[in-house]
């Protein structure tokens, strides 16, 4: 109810709340809004599909703004003017002047020298003409123009099963329809197909909200007049709707017969992907004991006429994923796709040509060359690598069919040999398809062939004729290619070839890694074991030489981390002789890397030396001349000093103890080899089993393929 004071509002004020109230805030203020969770029966649907379904259509009103009226927006023809209205008049002529008129309490404006004019349900298609008619009996060789200014508001009452029922003070050009969006809509219990609009105690409209969210009609959405009651009664009959079927959601059924059609309409009929032969039927059937029930209908003309009735709930079965008339192509092939099958179809029909097994990626890697500048910079340097990842290489020797047994649904492998089958056009290999098989091609990344049958590409390096990369055959070893490809140059030297092998590289590396965590663990267990074995009197000096044990062991561990296999293999060649027939017959593998250096004219010396440099080699120089010309540091531990030579194998003192040790210095030593000396460890941990280790060299170059890379960081171990 209004205040007396808000009843002897003057028309100009309520017109001026009536032009504020034409947007979200235009509204006046709220009740709180009821709190609408789930309805009995959303739960109960819930209960059975187990899924919360919501109203259908109540989103629309999650965004009640989006659906106000727009104050700037003329007035239509049809308009009707009353209190509150503004009228903006000019005239010029004998008589000039401008003035705002707003239509008073009794629908009246007062017009200078004109008088009173009745203004109150004139359209305002007819409201220049009013009011010329009326200036003409006063004025004669005039001009003027009318127009709408602010318009007046209006109040109307939502009531019912709305979420916000109440008072609300709307534009005049609103509706039936902006009343309900400025009320939030019909609850969850309130109906959306019989909204009734009531004016001075009649129903003068009912409308169907799902006629005008599924259809946009607004033939039922008449303007609003002030005192005008909007009743939303409770939600009639519904019905639910879920499955294969976009529009899952809960629908009201309209008065009188609702077909399932009728209800598949509002979400955009029967879906492509429902399968229309079967629909599951959910009834509650009272006269039954219990009395739910479930029907199969078929969504046919006949099943799509069925009424539906209060508290079904309808589930629609999606299409089956098989396919009735394809096989599909997949693996290493140009297009893995579905074909087409038809009667009689056989291997060669669904791979016709060799065409269809290079892959999409092949020519993308092909165009990346020209494309990528970085590719193309690199291309001479890993020629190997590029040519090996160009193309996926196919196993023609095995190729497999997958075929369910529908006997037993179990899967049956009918394996083929796809060279014999497209190479070869063998008959006893164009094994015939069924429907529904699947045909994979594999490549030898796939499975491991044998090596006659992989690809092999060998990298040849340095003094030999033609440096390049070269494709192997079954078997052929070392000496056959460098042989095969021209022999070397008269700089070669054949003691100091380096072979690489990427699965010896492989083995290595993760040999070394299993030994640095077996170093890490022994030496978190030997750390315990010092702390156990001192006296309480030294625990303090136990603790601070633990710490300092502790980090040397681990800065000597990480540098031990930091070497990196090369997968060199030690060939142990004879230093006297410099021929290929001096090269082991050793069969060649993909990824090898051999490189001939020419002789060098020096050798090194590293480790705990005054002087760690490369020294003039000369023939007859032994490793006691390079001790000599390196000089050992007052840290040097000559007993554990080694030679790493040129072909990669290893020669340590202990090997070639003589009397006094002479017989390691006096070991000749060959252009391009390494004499190392290690430097003395603390003796304070000499009894930890990790120092120890770290301290066999000889070992870990030997067995982890390390070279001089490694070398050059052992001073600092």
């Excluded at 209800?263 to 492509?272: E, Q, R």
């Excluded at 014999?420 to 094994?431: T, W």
């Excluded at 000096?541 to 930091?562: E, F, P, T, Y």
């Excluded at 003589?658 to 000749?668: K, Q, Y």
Aim: net charge neutral; charged share 20%; hydrophobic share 40%.
């Amino acid at each position: 109810m209004q205040s007396a004071q808000q009843k002897q509002a003057t028309a100009p004020d309520a017109a001026k709340a009536g032009a504020d109230a034409t947007g979200p805030e235009a509204t006046r203020a709220r009740p709180p809004a009821r709190v609408s969770g789930p309805s009995q029966f959303q739960r109960f649907v819930q209960e059975t599909t187990g899924r919360l379904l919501p109203m259908y259509g109540r989103d629309l009103f999650d965004a009640p703004q989006a659906y106000a009226v727009d104050s700037a927006l003329p007035a239509p023809d049809d308009y009707l003017l009353g209190p509150g209205d503004e009228v903006r008049l000019q005239v010029w002529g004998p008589v000039d002047f401008n003035t705002s008129l707003t239509i008073d309490r009794n629908g009246q404006v007062n017009i200078p020298k004109v008088g009173v004019v009745t203004l109150a349900g004139v359209a305002v298609r007819d409201l220049d003409k009013t009011l010329r008619g009326h200036l003409g009996k006063v004025y004669t060789n005039f001009s003027a123009n009318a127009t709408l200014g602010r318009l007046r508001g209006i109040q109307v009452y939502v009531v019912g099963q709305a979420q916000q029922p109440g008072t609300f003070h709307l534009s005049s050009l609103s509706t039936l329809v902006n009343a309900l969006f400025a009320s939030g809509g019909p609850s969850a219990n309130g109906s959306m197909r019989n909204i009734e609009l009531k004016r001075a105690g009649k129903t003068i409209s009912t409308l169907d909200l799902y006629d005008f969210i599924a259809r946009g009609d607004k033939s039922r959405d008449l303007p609003l007049m002030s005192g005008d009651v909007i009743v939303i009664p409770p939600v009639g009959p519904r019905v639910a709707v879920t499955g294969a079927f976009d529009q899952a959601a809960i629908y009201e059924l309209k008065s009188g017969a609702t077909s399932v059609a009728d209800i598949l309409a509002l979400g955009g009929g029967v879906p492509a992907l429902a399968t229309t032969q079967k629909a599951l039927l959910e009834r509650i059937t009272r006269e039954s004991n219990p009395p739910r029930q479930v029907q199969e209908i078929v969504l046919d003309e006949q099943g799509l006429r069925q009424p539906l009735h209060d508290g079904d709930v309808l589930t629609l079965l999606g299409i089956s994923p098989a396919f009735a008339n394809a096989v599909t192509l997949q693996g290493t092939v140009a297009a893995p796709l579905r074909y087409r099958w038809f009667e009689g179809m056989k291997i060669l029909d669904l791979i016709p040509e060799r065409d269809a097994l290079i892959t999409g990626d092949y020519y993308k890697r092909k165009n990346l060359l020209v494309q990528n500048a970085e590719l193309a910079q690199a291309a001479g340097s890993n020629v190997a690598t590029r040519i090996r990842g160009m193309a996926d290489q196919i196993n023609w020797d095995y190729a497999v069919i997958e075929r369910m047994d529908r006997n037993k649904l179990t899967t049956e492998l009918i394996p083929f040999n796809l060279g014999k089958a497209v190479l070869q056009r063998d008959p006893a290999y164009n094994l015939p398809l069924q429907s529904g098989d699947v045909v994979t091609i594999l490549s030898q990344n796939d499975l491991r062939l044998p090596q006659d049958r992989q690809s092999r590409l060998v990298r040849v390096e340095g003094e030999v004729a033609a440096p390049g990369v070269y494709q192997t055959t079954p078997g052929e070893t070392l000496p056959q290619l460098l042989q095969r490809i021209g022999g070397l140059t008269p700089q070669a030297y054949v003691f100091g070839a380096e072979f690489n092998r990427e699965s010896v590289r492989t083995r290595q590396q993760e040999n070394l890694d299993t030994l640095i965590r077996r170093l890490e663990a022994q030496s978190q267990a030997q750390a315990s074991s010092v702390i156990a074995n001192r006296g309480t009197d030294n625990a303090a000096q136990a603790q601070v030489l633990q710490q300092q044990q502790q980090a040397q062991l681990k800065s000597q561990i990480d540098r031990l981390k930091a070497f990196k296999s090369n997968g060199r293999l030690a060939m142990e060649l004879d230093p006297q002789a410099q021929t290929l027939a001096n090269l082991p017959a050793l069969p060649l593998e993909d990824g090898d890397h051999i490189l001939i250096p020419a002789v060098p004219g020096f050798v090194s010396a590293f480790g705990s030396v005054n002087n760690e440099n490369v020294f003039i080699y000369k023939p007859g120089k032994t490793v006691g001349d390079v001790l000599k010309s390196a000089g050992l540091t007052e840290d040097a531990e000559p007993d554990q000093a080694f030679v790493l030579r040129a072909d990669g194998s290893i020669i340590a003192r202990r090997d070639r103890s003589g009397f006094f040790g002479g017989g390691f210095e006096s070991l000749h030593v060959m252009p391009g080899d390494t004499v190392v000396v290690p430097a003395q460890i603390d003796r304070e941990s000499r009894y930890n089993f990790v120092t120890r280790a770290l301290k066999d060299w000889t070992q870990i170059f030997s067995n982890f393929g390390l070279g001089i890379a490694a070398i050059k960081t052992i001073n600092k171990l």
